[in-house]
């Protein structure tokens, strides 16, 4: 029997910054969260997580109160229907490629913050933000999420994870990007002045396998289905947090154990880990605060019992190590989400 899928979680910093457009606006922040089923509380905890059910149904509520498809991030409001308008003409090309850049060509002439370009140089394409203004918090939030979109996009057009070289981050974003890694499964670096993703250039000739039929289902579960990105299942990443999930309730095999599992020497596993963004210790801590937060959202279960599904013998070291991961104690963290989906 296959392990249950076990989503990941979001961080709280996540949340905060895409609430940079509201906050300024002097728009009630808590209730805005708590529509999303987000306790306040949790934004004063930056070491807090939310469900990706939560941070989706944030940004539905984000659109309604702003009525702008960038919740307010940019200098003039992003029309409600591009995101609709630009999957209709997609999902009419031929090619991965023409995709990209039709989609480009759209939102050229939507977007005055930024401009998405691609470039193709050595059997590698580039794909690229370039600021028409001032870059502040808040537009950079807003191009972080509209690459990490067009890339859940572009995947999900030729129904498959386009494998990123790796993605492209400026310099003093390097304090918001620490889910980047695992959101776009490539290695992050920095730049003084560039924001990107780059993969091979052969993935450009693609099919676009999507139609006007499929679409329509796509857009009832976006953008909850680009938060997944149309994550590769396969992915090292995720073969070993279905394989660890089976063992949580004892003690976690050895990066040799799972190595022998999947075929693979110690050297091969770190290094393929290491391709997608990823290490061991971190894909076995986030795993374990990923179930103990769906657990936490189920009343049946007490703090013992979740304590033991996880493998820790006490439940006093079950509440240190979550305190830890979340800077919130499980019973508090249990407490914020009943109360928000209570309000």
Not at 200 to 219: G, K
């Amino acid at each position: 029997m296959s392990a249950p899928v076990t989503h990941h979680t979001i961080a709280i910093a996540q949340v905060i910054q895409i609430l940079q457009g509201v906050r300024q606006r002097g728009l009630d922040v808590d209730a805005i969260v708590q529509r999303a089923g987000i306790s306040p509380a949790l934004l004063d905890s930056p070491l807090s997580r939310v469900t990706q059910g939560q941070y989706a149904a944030l940004i539905f509520a984000l659109r309604r109160v702003t009525h702008d498809e960038l919740w307010g991030l940019c200098s003039h409001p992003l029309k409600l229907g591009s995101f609709v308008q630009s999957c209709r003409l997609l999902v009419q090309c031929q090619t991965l490629g023409e995709a990209l850049r039709t989609g480009f060509q759209f939102y050229h002439l939507m977007l005055d913050d930024f401009v998405p370009r691609l470039s193709m140089d050595q059997g590698v394409v580039s794909v690229r933000l370039v600021s028409r203004g001032e870059r502040d918090p808040k537009l950079a939030y807003a191009e972080r999420s509209f690459c990490f979109f067009t890339y859940g996009l572009a995947s999900w057009l030729v129904a498959r994870r386009i494998p990123l070289l790796d993605v492209i981050y400026p310099e003093p974003d390097a304090r918001y990007s620490t889910d980047a890694g695992r959101l776009f499964q490539a290695p992050l670096r920095y730049e003084q002045d560039r924001i990107g993703f780059r993969f091979e250039a052969r993935w450009l000739d693609l099919p676009v396998v999507q139609n006007t039929q499929s679409l329509q289902e796509f857009l009832q579960q976006a953008p909850a289905s680009l938060l997944v990105k149309y994550r590769d299942q396969t992915s090292l990443t995720e073969r070993i947090r279905r394989l660890l999930r089976r063992h949580l309730t004892g003690e976690l095999p050895s990066l040799e154990v799972v190595g022998q599992s999947l075929a693979m020497t110690p050297q091969t596993l770190r290094r393929r880990l290491r391709d997608e963004g990823q290490g061991y210790q971190a894909i076995k801590d986030d795993l374990r605060r990923d179930v103990a937060i769906e657990y936490l959202a189920r009343p049946e279960l007490t703090l013992p019992d979740i304590a033991n599904r996880l493998g820790f013998s006490e439940a006093s070291t079950f509440h240190r190590a979550f305190k830890g991961w979340t800077g919130l104690s499980p019973g508090a963290y249990r407490q914020t989400r009943l109360s928000a989906d209570g309000s």
